[in-house]
Nanobody, 119 residues
């Protein structure tokens, strides 16, 4: 069974930083496109960034220059480094895994971790 477990969320002041982690099990991690998505109250879930097995990335315009995704295949973990956080970044952040080249098989989601940016 596939399991994605996020951690690292919390309360941070505007301008601060956080690092989110997503630990995956039940998959051959290196074969998956990993991604971070977020959902604010009353809003639709939106893409933050994805990273392929070859380390190609795709960032949402709202986070370019502030957020950085990375993956450690040896640890089956993907990270999201968030800098210069803004109140607008407040949301539940979800980890996603999709088999590269086999999107028709669907994808898997973690339970989410809350990020709150407030003074």
């Amino acid at each position: 069974q596939v399991q994605l477990v996020e951690s690292g969320g919390g309360l941070v002041q505007p301008g601060g930083s956080l690092r989110l982690s997503c630990a995956a099990s039940g998959i051959i991690f290196s074969r998956y496109v990993m991604g971070w998505y977020r959902q604010a109250p009353g809003k639709q879930r939106e893409l933050v960034v994805t990273i392929t097995s070859g380390n190609s990335t795709n960032y949402a315009d709202a986070v370019k220059g502030r957020f950085t995704i990375s993956r450690d295949n040896a640890k089956n973990t993907v990270y999201l480094h968030m800098n210069n956080l803004k109140p607008e970044d407040t949301a539940v952040y979800y980890c996603n895994a999709e088999r590269q080249g086999f999107a028709s098989l669907g994808s898997w989601w973690g339970q989410g971790t809350q990020v709150t940016v407030s003074s």
